[in-house]
């Protein structure tokens, strides 16, 4: 993921994370349908095919990521209002803060999460 985003510079790149429960075992890198340093959006039919790719591996969609250039892994205001109920991955890459937070934000209450890599 923090590749990805590197790679995506200067726009956020973004995608989705499949697995089990609360484990992570799939990422599923997306074309952001609107580059930009500042959002991100994913095609809806291809969110579809990756989800039911993942139904075939006996996974679930279980989490989303995107990228920060250059700014904080914290959910902007935007995140906030439209992030679904699900683990969302933010990688900052560029500032002076890169790295990778995960949070639950469920009713616009935001929970900073632990991840713990096996």
């Known amino acids: 993921m ?3 985003a590197k790679s995506s510079m200067p726009n956020e790149a973004c995608g989705l994370l499949s ?5 992570c075992t799939g990422v599923w890198p997306m074309r952001n349908t609107e580059p930009s340093p500042y ?7 291809e969110k579809e095919r990756a989800v039911r790719d ?5 996974e679930t969609f279980i989490g989303l990521y995107h990228s920060h250039p250059n700014g904080l892994p914290v959910p902007s205001q935007d995140d906030i209002d439209h992030a679904p109920d699900v ?3 933010i990688i ?3 500032g002076a803060e890169e ?3 995960c949070y639950r ?14």
């Not at 959002?39 to 039919?45: C, G, H, T, Y």
């Not at 934000?105 to 096996?118: A, M, Y």
């Open 2 to 4: 923090i590749l990805e």
């Open 19 to 23: 697995g089990t429960g609360s484990r």
């Open 39 to 45: 959002s991100f959006a994913i095609d809806e039919s």
């Open 54 to 58: 993942m139904h075939e591996r006996n």
């Open 87 to 89: 683990f969302y991955f």
């Open 92 to 94: 900052s890459v560029g």
């Open 99 to 101: 790295g990778i937070r």
């Open 105 to 118: 934000i469920r009713g616009r209450q935001v929970t900073h999460l632990t991840i713990i890599v096996e």
